[in-house]
Nanobody, 126 residues
């Protein structure tokens, strides 16, 4: 089992930046590929970014490519999402998720992740 706790959300103006963190406890963090998802009101949860166990490969949704960066520090059992050039349409609850089964990079379906954090709200004002 692994427990995931997100932090770093908040209110920011369009064009601003935020860095989300997701701290893990429990099983060895480096045995999990990690992802970030988001869910806006009335919408389905959507994939944002993924990073492999070692951090050697990353993958992004087209909507955030070039603006968001996922990274991890296995020594600190933490995964990050640096979000720059934020837009109002980035407003959502952001979740980190762990995948203990696969280390391939293109894994975008929420059902493929078996551990989830509680989420952190990101609100971007125009």
């Amino acid at each position: 089992q692994v427990q995931l706790v997100e932090s770093g959300g908040g209110l920011v103006q369009a064009g601003g930046s935020l860095r989300l963190s997701c701290a893990a406890s429990g099983r060895t963090f480096s045995s999990y590929a990690m992802g970030w998802f988001r869910q806006a009101p009335g919408k389905e949860r959507e994939f944002v970014a993924r990073i492999t166990r070692s951090g050697g490969s990353t993958y992004y949704a087209d909507s955030v490519k070039g603006r968001f960066t996922i990274s991890r520090d296995n020594a600190k059992s933490t995964v990050y999402l640096q979000m720059n050039s934020l837009k109002p349409e980035d407003t959502a609850v952001y979740y980190c998720a762990g995948d203990s089964l696969m280390n391939t990079i293109v894994v975008t379906g929420p059902s493929r992740y078996n551990y989830w954090g509680q989420g952190t709200q990101v609100t971007v004002s125009s």
